[in-house]
């Protein structure tokens, strides 16, 4: 069954606290992408990857990482200089070809205690 | 920076009345998505656009890219409670890979 995973479905963390949120896909796509979304509003574009080992900041990338070991792996890090992490994070990974539709993983929400 | 706005930010109807979502860039679209998230869901992509004055229809779905490829709309005829949830429209520049979101339109339909 393919299709992207993201875990976990909710995460509360500490003021203080790294944590990471995983993306995986089995798409075998190329690029892959971190939103931020907040109540009511749109989509974020934290950090992108085209191809493996490479990635580029998107327009929030402040107080976050990622990495790109693998193709089917985004991982990414909200560190504790993100004054305000508490969002829904969803991960998404394009199928490349004319339409270049997003696929969007359920996302992870993040709440701040 | 590059931009796409959406309006309105929330539209209310009753079941049966129609819909339109309006999105406006300043500059210029290679092209442009649609997608619906449903409430509690994550985003599905509906549609991308591509041509000047381009337009496309699913069902009860009517979609629209300017003349300019600087607007577009998505029209919903009929509205049912199943058309419920947020819809965003996603626009790409230039040769950039990466989609511009506008802020979503919410639609809610009352029975």
């Known amino acids: 069954d393919g299709g992207i995973t993201q875990s976990p479905k909710y995460l509360f963390r500490k003021e203080g606290q790294n944590v990471t949120l995983s993306c995986e896909q089995n798409l075998n796509h190329d690029a892959m992408y971190w939103y931020r979304q907040d109540p009511g509003q749109g989509l974020r574009l934290i950090y992108y990857?085209?191809?493996?080992?490479?990635?580029q900041k998107g327009d929030i990338a402040e107080g976050y990482s990622v990495s790109r070991e693998k193709k089917e792996s985004f991982p990414l890090t909200v560190t504790s200089a993100q004054k305000n992490p508490t969002a829904f994070y969803l991960c998404?990974?394009?199928?490349?070809?004319?339409?270049?539709?997003?696929?969007f993983g359920p996302g992870t929400r993040l709440l701040v205690l | 920076g590059q931009q796409v706005m959406q309006i309105p930010q929330y539209q209310h109807v009753q079941e049966g009345e129609d819909f339109t979502t309006y999105c406006n860039s300043s500059t210029t679209l290679s092209n442009i998505q649609w997608y619906k998230q449903r409430p509690g869901g994550h985003p599905v992509f509906l549609i991308q656009?591509?041509?000047?004055?381009e337009v496309k229809k699913q069902k009860r779905l009517t979609f629209q890219f300017g003349e300019a490829k600087k607007n577009s709309s998505l029209h919903i005829t009929a509205t049912q409670t199943t058309d419920v949830g947020t819809y965003f429209c996603a626009g790409r520049f230039g040769g950039y890979n990466k989609l511009i979101f506008g802020a979503g339109t919410r639609l809610a339909v009352h029975p």
């Open positions: 656009l591509v041509k000047s004055g």
């Open positions: 990857s085209q191809i493996v080992n490479d990635f």
């Open positions: 998404a990974s394009i199928a490349p070809g004319a339409q270049e539709t997003q696929y």
